[in-house]
């Protein structure tokens, strides 16, 4: 049987691996800046890189101390906002960032207090349709949504939030002509990759249930 201590690699002879313990599991997930109201009516902007979508639906992991967290707690809607590759440094500008005041204890070392995230990032707020708080105008998607179901993870140091979709707005440059499809070739999300920015590469192939129709036929 293998031995190892944290931060060394063990060999896996049969399976040609090693085992790992990275201190994070950002393998590869999209950037989202959500956007959503505080207590005094003003607005907050936060980055984070765990989200995923189930139909309509889209399921966000939060820090629980954090603001974002603190805000959809009592005040559900939300905007989810997803930056192109190029729009990395505005997410890095707000990475240090928290609208929580006074900033939580364990933040405090690494995180400084604003309260306009907006401006800090030199991103421009512009109305929503159907919710509360701003869309950002510079993010190719926005999606409108309600927080229908917000609870603690089984760790009890995460907040994991279901939000519905309400709404969706679309670069009209990255559409398809005459239809509801986004044109995977020209729209590709910003990756947080082990904590690394990237965007997507060239296409590989594309699933059966793809719906976009192909491209010169």
């Given at each position: 049987?293998?031995?190892?201590?944290?931060?060394?690699a063990a060999?896996d002879?049969?399976?040609g691996h090693?085992t790992?313990?990275?201190s994070?599991?950002y393998?590869g997930t999209?950037?989202?800046l959500?956007?959503t109201?505080n207590?005094?009516?003003?607005f907050?902007?936060a980055?984070?890189?765990s989200a995923?979508?189930l139909?309509?639906?889209?399921?966000?992991?939060?820090?629980a101390e954090?603001q974002?967290?603190?805000?959809?707690r009592?005040r559900?809607?939300?905007?989810?906002?997803?930056p192109?590759p190029?729009?990395?440094?505005?997410?890095?500008q707000?990475a240090?960032l928290?609208?929580?005041s006074?900033?939580?204890?364990?933040?405090?070392d690494?995180?400084?207090?604003e309260?306009?995230?907006f401006?800090?990032?030199?991103l421009?707020?512009?109305?929503s349709e159907?919710?509360?708080?701003?869309?950002v105008a510079e993010c190719?998607?926005?999606l409108?949504?309600?927080?229908?179901?917000?609870?603690?993870?089984v760790?009890?140091?995460?907040l994991i939030?279901?939000a519905h979709?309400?709404r969706?707005h679309?670069?009209p440059?990255?559409?398809l002509?005459h239809?509801q499809?986004?044109?995977p070739?020209l729209?590709s999300?910003?990756?947080?990759?082990?904590?690394?920015?990237?965007g997507?590469?060239p296409?590989?192939?594309?699933?059966?249930?793809?719906?976009t129709?192909?491209?010169?036929?």
């Amino acid at each position: 049987m293998n031995t190892m201590t944290p931060g060394h690699a063990a060999a896996d002879a049969s399976a040609g691996h090693v085992t790992i313990t990275p201190s994070i599991l950002y393998f590869g997930t999209p950037v989202v800046l959500l956007s959503t109201e505080n207590e005094n009516g003003s607005f907050n902007l936060a980055p984070m890189s765990s989200a995923w979508a189930l139909s309509q639906v889209i399921v966000l992991g939060l820090g629980a101390e954090g603001q974002t967290a603190h805000n959809l707690r009592s005040r559900r809607d939300l905007v989810i906002n997803l930056p192109a590759p190029a729009q990395w440094p505005a997410v890095e500008q707000l990475a240090p960032l928290t609208g929580r005041s006074p900033v939580p204890v364990h933040k405090r070392d690494t995180f400084r207090f604003e309260p306009d995230k907006f401006a800090a990032a030199g991103l421009r707020p512009e109305p929503s349709e159907l919710v509360r708080p701003p869309r950002v105008a510079e993010c190719p998607i926005q999606l409108e949504a309600r927080a229908v179901r917000v609870r603690p993870d089984v760790s009890d140091g995460f907040l994991i939030v279901e939000a519905h979709v309400l709404r969706v707005h679309a670069d009209p440059r990255i559409v398809l002509p005459h239809s509801q499809h986004i044109d995977p070739a020209l729209w590709s999300p910003l990756i947080y990759n082990f904590r690394h920015y990237y965007g997507l590469g060239p296409e590989l192939g594309r699933s059966f249930r793809s719906e976009t129709p192909r491209q010169g036929r």
